[in-house]
């Protein structure tokens, strides 16, 4: 399904949805008569899914892992299942296949049934964005439809419909603005000293106050988008600070540790507090720190100048400008924004506004080939990293976070061929259908980039429709599952905040108002 599904990349034509969808039906309808020869022998599989689907290379299909396999006529409910193909509902006897084998009649489509798990009737939305994308046989959706439908029950309560996502009334941009911040708002245990949003799990490893999965991130969100204010929001800004406070081995990076809740605190108007922050990061021992913006020295060295220490900045430049060719420093893992050597570019070119040194440009250059030696050309002429054979056009490790930095060198120096690239990225960057909705590694990430870098409407329109499909109710407003879908998050990276910011800053046309901390660099 990844090789070959147009919608995970940009501009499909009706030739590859037709080829596609072909090649699928082909494939569920040999997956109907596997399940039936298993039912014959009296033998329910009991954990249908993608990942226990195998496709031989003459398109003949085997299930595989028959570890939940029961008897049919044996009572028993199976313990475990994966989450998008398994009911309350279904889960006895064939029924268990049954219900299965719809959720892959959708999947091999739309592969985020897991969203069933947080709202039972999302399987209408994804059905309509089947019906509309593809050229299904009949009758394709209404089976759908009969197979998916839970047990009547109450409605659920009521929570703004995304605009275009769905047929009938849709609520409007502002009602979505509002809902998202007030489902960031009710998910708030302000009681808690570990969290004070839920999110991703690794807040939990010491960053529940970090900009990127803990209260920071949040509080920025909101803060930049309008939604900041009032004693509630206070409350909030004084948890981040006592965590801050109490920390006894806090992490320095910019999106993991104490510079960006530095960063926070201070627009939130703790200028004191973002000073002690501050003054702490100043004692630690960065020798064995990374390169990267999210926990690295490029972060924390835009924190610095932000400040206005630029000796500080400039003395974490000066070890990122050794370590590009005398490798002083950690192996850089990975290419990209976050983790990248684009992070440093970042540093640099801010380094050039500030001092007017054509040194730092030269540094940025290096950085920023760096990450470009690490890209490929689709088959489209797009620009993307490479990452074995995947494509990466994301934010966070992907051609959206390169493009951000060539971008900010670019508003200091002309360079036809880094600009070139930019624009290939940029044009690549409208694949209708990604499987996370986050700002660091999906369509929220997406959305922000071709805002950042001026991309056209149709493609940030297809990032609003993208993030449509990944909405879910929660307490009567929307949220956003975190990256895996195995619950809804709060947190910038992976969830809500995230969202609300991209969103924000389509909406009003420009990433100044709601912008991601330290990335605008003139």
Wanted: aromatic share 8%; with cysteine; glycine share 14%.
């Amino acid at each position: 399904m990844g090789r070959r599904h147009p919608l995970f990349r940009p501009g499909a034509s009706r030739a590859e949805l037709a080829a596609y969808t072909d090649w699928a039906c082909a494939v569920v309808t040999r997956l109907e008569e596997a399940i039936a020869a298993l039912h014959g022998r009296g033998v329910v599989f009991g954990d249908l899914q993608p990942g226990n689907v195998l496709v031989r290379p003459d398109g003949s299909v085997c299930l595989v892992d028959f570890e939940t396999s029961f008897g049919m006529d044996e009572n028993f409910t199976p313990a475990l299942g994966t989450a998008g193909f398994t009911a309350p509902w279904a889960r006895t006897g064939p029924a268990v296949d049954a219900y299965a084998l719809d959720c892959m009649r959708l999947a091999v489509f739309c592969p985020l049934t897991e969203l069933l798990r947080f709202d039972p009737r999302k399987h209408e939305q994804l059905i309509r964005h089947v019906e509309d994308r593809f050229p299904l046989p009949p009758g394709y959706g209404e089976r759908l439809r009969a197979g998916l439908a839970p047990p009547p029950d109450p409605a659920p309560p009521p929570a703004p419909t995304w605009p275009g996502a769905a047929a009938g009334p849709t609520g409007t941009w502002d009602e979505v603005l509002g809902s998202l911040c007030d489902a960031v708002v009710r998910s708030a245990t302000p009681e808690r000293a570990d969290r004070l949003f839920p999110g991703d799990v690794r807040q939990f490893d010491g960053q529940g106050a970090a900009l990127a999965y803990g209260a920071a991130g949040v509080l920025h969100a909101l803060h930049r988008t309008g939604h900041g204010g009032g004693a509630r929001f206070e409350g909030y800004v004084d948890w981040l600070a006592r965590a801050a406070e109490r920390a006894d081995w806090p992490r320095p990076g910019l999106y993991d540790g104490l510079a960006g809740v530095a960063y926070v605190l201070d627009e939130l108007g703790r200028p004191q507090q973002a000073r002690a922050a501050l003054a702490r990061l100043a004692a630690f021992d960065l020798r064995g720190c990374g390169a990267g913006l999210f926990g690295g020295l490029a972060g924390i060295g835009l924190a610095f100048a932000h400040f206005g220490d630029l000796r500080a900045a400039a003395r974490l430049a000066e070890r990122l400008a050794r370590g590009l060719c005398e490798d002083v420093l950690a192996p850089v893992p990975a290419a990209g924004l976050m983790r990248g050597w684009s992070g440093p570019a970042l540093l640099f070119s801010r380094l050039f506004a500030e001092t007017g040194e054509d040194r730092w440009l030269r540094w940025a250059e290096a950085a920023l080939a760096r990450d470009l030696a690490h890209c490929g050309v689709s088959p489209g002429r797009h620009v993307h990293v490479r990452a074995g054979r995947r494509r990466l056009t994301t934010l966070g490790g992907g051609g959206a976070g390169v493009a951000i930095a060539l971008h900010e060198y670019l508003r200091h120096r002309e360079d036809p061929h880094f600009a070139g690239l930019r624009d290939r990225i940029r044009a690549g960057l409208g694949a209708e259908l990604l499987l996370s909705s986050g700002l660091f590694e999906g369509h929220a990430g997406l959305l922000y980039a071709l805002v950042h870098l001026g991309g056209p409407a149709d493609a940030r329109e297809a990032q609003l429709r993208g993030l449509g499909l990944h909405a879910v109710r929660f307490q009567g407003r929307l949220a956003f599952p975190m990256d895996g879908l195995l619950r809804l998050s709060m947190d910038l990276a992976t969830g809500t905040a995230g969202v609300l910011l991209a969103v924000h800053a389509a909406l009003r046309g420009t990433t100044a108002g709601a912008s991601l901390p330290l990335l605008r660099t003139g």
